[in-house]
T-cell receptor, first 118, second 110 residues
Framework: GAVVSQHPSRVICKSGTSVKIECRSLDFQATTMFWYRQFPKQSLMLMATSNEGSKATYEQGVEKDKFLINHASLTLSTLTVTSAHPEDSSFYIC??????????????FGPGTRLLVL | DAKTTQPNSMESNEEEPVHLPCNHSTISGTDYIHWYRQLPSQGPEYVIHGLTSNVNNRMASLAIAEDRKSSTLILHRATLRDAAVYYCILRYFGNEKLTFGTGTRLTIIP
């Protein structure tokens, strides 16, 4: 199946610093990528939808100035958590959409990045 | 988005079939039924999806009720590696987003 990678897999940073997370589709082109956040024992919550070459669309309640998303190419999207605080500690997961057939689409997910802000 | 209802948890013995139910009584004609699973500390993994007809792939089978108000994910022979949270998600054609519910936590008993 299609492969999506994330880097880093885990990161620990000090409060107030910024952290960049990369999401890459390794064997397919992804015009659309998604960013999710998952707190312990909770389900995934969609943060934003990222389309190549255009601005990301953020879900209600997600601060676009805090979570900067860049989708510069068909295989790479980045999420930057700016001025991170302990409450931003979470499991961040990206996914990339691939079109299997004309009317069928499937998302493939990355392995996730665990962020711990001290 | 139409909503799905799944049991919070299920248990099954290793090497036996597992039937994971999902109710979606408000499904519309253009809603696809998707199943993903999430192993501990990993991103979700695509399992299967369908619209009206039953579907089979190397991982599982998807049985869709004739009225489409429910579906069942079938793992034919569970292994310990199938222990995960299984999410049943409806996505209407043209909508890119997947909305995750709480899913079913499947425990496999050796």
């Amino acid at each position: 199946g299609a492969v999506v990678s994330q880097h880093p897999s885990r990161v620990i940073c000090k409060s107030g610093t910024s952290v960049k997370i990369e999401c890459r589709s390794l064997d397919f082109q992804a015009t659309t990528m998604f960013w999710y956040r998952q707190f312990p024992k909770q389900s995934l919550m969609l943060m934003a939808t990222s389309n190549e070459g255009s601005k990301a669309t953020y879900e209600q309640g997600v601060e676009k100035d805090k979570f900067l998303i860049n989708h510069a190419s068909l295989t790479l999207s980045t999420l930057t958590v700016t001025s991170a605080h302990p409450e931003d500690s979470s499991f961040y997961i990206c996914s990339a959409r691939t079109q299997l057939a004309k009317y069928q689409e499937t998302q493939y997910f990355g392995p996730g990045t665990r962020l711990l802000v001290l | 988005d139409a909503k799905t209802t799944q049991p919070n948890s299920m248990e099954s013995n290793e090497e036996e079939p597992v039937h994971l139910p999902c109710n979606h009584s408000t499904i519309s004609g253009t809603d696809y039924i998707h199943w993903y699973r999430q192993l501990p500390s990993q991103g979700p993994e695509y399992v299967i999806h369908g619209l009206t007809s039953n579907v089979n792939n190397r991982m599982a089978s998807l049985a869709i009720a004739e009225d489409r108000k429910s579906s069942t994910l079938i793992l034919h022979r569970a292994t310990l590696r199938d222990a995960a949270v299984y999410y049943c998600i409806l996505r209407y054609f043209g909508n890119e987003k997947l909305t995750f519910g709480t899913g079913t936590r499947l425990t496999i008993i050796p």
